[in-house]
């Protein structure tokens, strides 16, 4: 009940394509869904995050969508840059506390 | 704002060896947090500091793992002795401090520490 499942493992794209990573939960007290982007050799750095009491939320070039009945949030990337190429992580945690449950994380290719 | 420092960068020891990773964190900072980050998972974690106390070590191996943050302040994660699987990148983040208002606090994440156990 712990784990967060993000998928695809990998996902290469071509400038300006639309990338979807995909994060799925099972417990139910999680309120929390924040989006990391980590750059090699560096760590992970917040994108945006978002709870459960809204279906979607933007900034910028990045939007998540959020479905609380599927238990399931995604991380949708508008006008992919060859810059975007990192590792993303999904995480989420319980209301009440900042223990952050990470997902196993999705590198992206943007290819100019 | 100076980020999250650690180091050293990269270590190489091997196994049954002890070794120690160094934080600072970002000044005023209240909450410190060790993460463990195994090549091709995220990051999970190991221990959190609310100031000078812990606040949650419930994934911490404390038969060879121990962690400190002496004065509220910087903090030390060792390891002793070092086995195979703990090679891993060690990553020490902070936050302002713990719920204040019952929303999730960010946290700030310094570059981490590569360990290699040979």
């Known amino acids: ?112 | 704002e100076a980020g999250v420092a650690q180091s050293p960068r990269y270590k190489i020891i091997e196994k049954r060896q002890s070794v120690a990773f160094w934080c600072n964190p970002i000044s005023g900072h209240a909450t410190l947090y060790w993460y463990q980050q195994i090549l091709g998972q995220g990051p999970k974690l190991l221990i959190q500091f609310q100031n000078n106390g812990v606040v949650d070590d419930s994934q911490l191996p404390k038969d060879r793992f121990s962690a400190e943050r002496l004065k509220g302040v910087d903090s030390t994660l060792k390891i002793q002795p070092a086995k195979l699987e703990d090679s891993a990148v060690y990553l020490c983040a902070s936050s302002l401090f713990l719920l204040a208002s019952g929303d999730q606090e960010t946290q700030y994440f310094g570059p981490g520490t590569r360990l290699l156990v040979l």
Not at chain 1, 11 to 17: A, E, P, S
Not at chain 1, 25 to 30: P, V, W
Not at chain 1, 35 to 52: D, E, N, S, T, V
Not at chain 1, 62 to 74: E, G, H, L, P, W
């Open chain 1, 1 to 112: 009940q712990q784990q967060v499942k993000q998928s695809p493992q990998s996902l290469i794209v071509q400038k300006g394509g639309i990338p979807i990573i995909n994060c799925a939960y099972e417990n139910t007290a999680f309120d929390y869904f924040p989006w990391y982007q980590q750059f090699p050799g560096k760590g992970p750095a917040l994108l945006i995050a978002i709870r459960p009491d809204v279906s979607e939320k933007k900034e910028g070039r990045f939007t998540i969508s959020f479905n609380k009945s599927a238990k399931q949030f995604s991380l949708h990337i508008m006008d992919s840059q060859p810059g975007d190429s990192a590792t993303y992580f999904c995480a989420a945690s319980k209301h009440n506390t900042d223990k952050l449950i990470f997902g196993t994380g999705t590198r992206l290719q943007v290819f100019p």
